[in-house]
């Protein structure tokens, strides 16, 4: 066999595992549980960016009253 043949290539999920980072592919159960546990996390923080703009454009609106502008 050739040399090149048995040479093994590193995936970045590969690489990542190895290290013990998150990976872009879960495989297992474990790293399966982990990516939904990251995608809900991810969905709190947008929803509280949501809100959070909404709430602060509601109090621009309040204060555009007496202020000329608000940032």
């Given amino acids: 066999m ?3 043949a048995q040479t093994r ?7 990542k595992r190895e290290v ?3 990976v872009n592919r879960p ?5 399966k ?3 939904v546990h990251d ?3 991810d969905e709190k923080a947008a929803a ?5 703009r909404h709430t602060s454009r509601r109090w621009c609106r ?3 009253r007496t202020r000329p502008r608000c940032t």
């Fill in 9 to 15: 290539r590193w995936t970045q999920d590969a690489a």
């Fill in 27 to 31: 495989t297992t159960v474990q790293e």
């Fill in 2 to 4: 050739a040399q090149e």
């Fill in 39 to 41: 995608l809900l996390e």
């Fill in 33 to 35: 549980v982990n990516k």
């Fill in 20 to 22: 013990g980072q998150r």
């Fill in 48 to 52: 509280q960016v949501a809100t959070d």
């Fill in 62 to 64: 309040r204060l555009s």
